[in-house]
């Protein structure tokens, strides 16, 4: 499983994608460009020291993205969608792809996506922050695939006491 975020525009946000990325195994592709300059500098304080662990795909535009991607279903999360993503398979090699903060994804990469997923929110809400919601899915996507890293220090069973 991938994640990949269109044109993304808030530094924060890119770097907790990073961190998550890195703490679950997970490529992440940044479709540019930007809504700021990316660096390490611009995203370090909130990837912290999990950048140099993070599996990153810098893509210079979506022509790019597409010529360049790897093999899997692209699946859009977005609020124009009709289907949950709590109702949908996923599968090992899907690319869940995220819009722009401000503007959410044009209708081109709309068309180009193999489905269209949203999170249920409260009604009269506009949407979830894209950090917040790239980890609820993501993690849904790793729990359907049995896809979550498997840790080296196994918890001890629980006392029933």
Request: aromatic residues 8%; proline residues 9%; glycine residues 6%.
């Amino acid at each position: 499983m991938r994640l990949a975020l269109f044109e993304p525009d808030i530094p924060p946000n890119l770097g907790t994608i990073l961190r998550l990325g890195a703490c679950l195994e997970t490529p992440v592709h940044v479709i540019e460009p930007c809504g700021f300059p990316f660096s390490v500098q611009t995203v370090r304080r909130s990837a912290m020291d999990y950048l140099e662990h993070a599996e990153i795909h810098r893509h210079l535009s979506w022509g790019h993205f597409l010529a360049e991607r790897p093999a899997g279903r692209l699946v859009l999360m977005t609020t124009r969608a009709a289907v949950p993503y709590t109702e949908f398979r996923f599968a090992p090699d899907d690319i869940l792809l995220f819009g722009r903060e401000s503007k959410g994804a044009p209708d081109y990469v709309h068309a180009a996506a193999d489905a269209r997923l949203l999170i249920p929110i409260r009604p009269g809400l506009r949407s979830i922050n894209v950090a917040t919601a790239a980890a609820i899915v993501l993690g849904e996507g790793l729990r359907q695939c049995d896809a979550f890293p498997r840790s080296a220090v196994t918890a001890p069973p629980r006392n029933k006491e």
